[in-house]
């Protein structure tokens, strides 16, 4: 299946993830058509919540979807670390209008299924025939200046191919060839709560994580005060189960955070109650680079991380955002796909990677807490060196 043959021709994109839909949407805001190709036969997104802050808010307005985003999300006014015991207070800090005066942007907070939604129905109303449902991508092949890939919905040929098909990316594998992703340590227990079935509904702050020996317990508001976005994260020897996010144990969960204070005992329950999946966390080591010839990788597909400083789905965000402006740039100035795609690289790769490790060495700090007395001090979450990045302005240097 031909995707067309002008200088328009759409741009394919593997996976109608965050990652996706972002490049999409500015791709398309750019002129550059699309056909976005995803695995999945019903757009439907997993998991739970997801925090979003300011550099993701300030990416995420230039693709025109501002007045959505606010309208499906939470702007929690507080944050708090807790103690995993006495449920004492570490450290503390002000978000709400204290950090949208600050970053000119707010932090937010909602349902991955509603962020998704977001995205894919701007999409509907900018291309309604830009993605295609079950269209899962293999056999990526580079022949001359055309680059093709078979799907069990025919195959597509084009002039250039973006992998946003997450952790577990087919794109990757074609290109790079680095095996399959690691288990990184991490068990989270991740679900959504209804507030009302909570013993305390009206705990504050909004957005709080207990900090324990080897285990947190993030939890944060999402759909006005309805539900409770709740993850419970345990450092673990080995993942032994085939699959990476299974139904889970309540029993297992229960053990793992026996003892905690009362307030995050709520929690856990309500994960028992309302039915928590298990996930493991994967990552991979960094890769020299992603672009080979006329196809890229972008979100975790690229540079997977670690959940520890909210800021995945902000690359994924930003990585579209700039992935499009670069290339649909270069194909402005008849410069090509390749150097679209190089320069979307250079302006990525160490921003992307830099935040990889920040997350892991987060990770670290977080749960060595109370293990150790040297380590006791209370982890503040307050450098925030991602928030500042303007993923629609930062020049490019094409
Ligand atoms: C517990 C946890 C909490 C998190 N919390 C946050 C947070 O608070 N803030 C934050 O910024 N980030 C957070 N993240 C990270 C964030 O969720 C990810 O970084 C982000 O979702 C990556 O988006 P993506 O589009 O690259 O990949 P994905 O969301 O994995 O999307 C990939 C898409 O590609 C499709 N696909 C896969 N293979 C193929 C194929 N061969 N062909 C076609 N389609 C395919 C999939 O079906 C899917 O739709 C968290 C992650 C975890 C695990």
Redesign the pocket.
């Known amino acids: 299946m031909s995707v067309g043959t002008s200088k328009h021709e759409p741009v394919l994109i ?9 490049a999409a949407l500015g791709l398309l805001r750019a002129g550059v058509p699309v056909r976005v ?4 036969a019903e ?1 439907r ?1 997993v ?7 300011p550099n ?1 808010t300030r990416a995420l307005d230039s693709l025109g979807v501002k007045d959505a985003l606010r309208a499906a999300a939470n702007r929690p006014q507080r944050a708090a670390m807790k103690h995993y015991h006495s449920g004492e207070t570490l450290s503390a800090y002000d978000m709400g209008d204290a950090m949208e005066q600050r970053w000119g942007q707010p932090y937010l ?1 909602l349902l ?1 299924a509603d962020l998704h939604k977001v995205l894919a129905d701007e999409l509907q109303r900018l291309d309604s025939t830009a993605l295609v449902l079950g ?4 056999g990526v092949r580079q022949h001359g200046d055309r680059v093709s890939v078979d ?1 069990p919905a025919g195959r597509f040929e084009s002039h250039c191919l973006i992998g ?8 990757r594998a074609a290109l790079h060839g680095d095996g399959a992703p690691q288990f990184t340590g991490y068990v ?1 227990w ?1 679900g959504v709560v209804p507030a009302e079935s909570l013993r305390n509904p009206d705990f504050t702050p909004d957005s709080a994580v207990f900090l324990g020996p080897h285990r947190s317990l ?1 939890r944060y508001r999402v759909r006005g005060q309805t539900a409770v976005n709740v ?1 419970a ?1 345990a450092r673990v020897d080995s993942w032994i189960e085939e699959g990476w996010s299974l139904p889970a144990d309540p029993a297992e969960l229960r053990e793992h955070f026996a003892g905690w204070h009362e307030e995050a005992a709520d929690m856990i329950d309500g994960l028992c109650r309302s039915g928590v999946f298990k ?1 493991g ?1 994967f990552g991979r080591a960094a890769l020299p680079g992603w672009q080979q010839g006329r196809v890229t990788l ?5 540079h ?4 520890f ?9 930003e ?1 579209g955002v700039m992935l499009a402006r670069a290339l649909s740039t270069a194909l402005a100035k008849g410069l090509g796909v390749e150097a679209g795609l190089a320069c979307y690289e250079r302006l990525r790769y160490a921003r992307a990677t830099n935040t990889v490790k920040r997350s892991d060495a987060h990770g670290l700090r977080l749960h060595r807490h109370f293990v150790d007395a040297a380590d006791d001090a209370p982890v503040p979450r307050d450098d925030f060196l991602e928030f500042d990045f303007d993923a629609a302005t930062t020049p490019l240097d094409i």
Not at 164 to 171: L, P, T
Not at 298 to 302: E, I, P, R, S, V
Request: net charge negative; glycine share 14%; hydrophobic share 55%.
């Open positions: 593997a996976g109608a993830g965050i990652a996706g839909l972002c190709l995803e695995q999945a757009l997104e998991g739970a919540a997801v925090s979003l802050a993701a907070q991955r269209a899962r991508v293999d799907t946003a098909d997450g952790v577990r990316s087919g794109v989270a991740r993030l993850v994260f996930w966390l972008l979100g975790d597909a690229a997977p991380m670690l959940p400083l909210g800021q995945g789905a902000a690359m994924a965000i990585d």
